[in-house]
């Protein structure tokens, strides 16, 4: 499928979903995150860990990682529908990462396009980059705060509770919780700066 009938079709899922779109995206996923979090300092509060509490560790990290991806692409689609209202186009590269698709030859020799595997962090910064050229704003992710070493910490512990090989695997101690919080707080402080800042240049 070429690149414009995936971005037409992106589109029409946008005007579908109404006044639905990144913000609505980004808070619900960070709603879910947060009532992670409650639960996790109500059992800090009781002064005792359960099964529960671990299985709400684990899946607060789970949680993160929903968070981030999900916005990371909400933000690349925002990027390239506002450069288009801005009467210019992202290049052919630009565009693929931003809808995350590659391209391939299947055994009858046809080309075919298939779901581009992108490294997170570098996907980060791609999406970030890419919005603060098109929105005419600062880039608002800096790679040298807390929070993004946090959330660099957080995808180690993320890849080995989905690949787990041994029962160690699926620890999660204070540290952990700790970086998923912090990492949280940071990457949606700075998306939400983003996408407010692309408000104040529709004004």
Sequence with gaps: ?????????????????GERGTKELIMILNSDFERLV??????????????????????????????VEGTVY??????????????????????????????????????????????LENNIIFAFRLCSQVFRCSNTLDKKSDWWQALKRSIHVRNRLMHPRFPSDLDMGGKEIIDAVAAQRG???AAMDLVRMKKNLEK
């Design 1 to 17: 499928m070429a690149i414009s009938s995936i971005i037409k079709n992106k589109k029409t899922k946008e005007d579908k979903d």
């Design 38 to 67: 409650n639960r996790m300092v109500q059992s800090a509060k009781r002064g005792y860990i359960s099964k529960a509490d671990e299985s709400h560790a684990r899946n607060l990290v789970r949680t993160l990682f929903a968070l």
């Design 74 to 119: 909400a933000l690349k689609i925002e990027a390239l529908f506002a450069a288009d209202e801005q009467g210019r186009e992202l290049s052919m590269l630009e565009s693929m990462f931003v809808l995350e698709i590659d391209y391939d030859l299947n055994d009858k020799g046809e080309i075919v396009d298939r779901t581009q595997k992108i490294k």
């Design 187 to 189: 990457f949606f402080k």
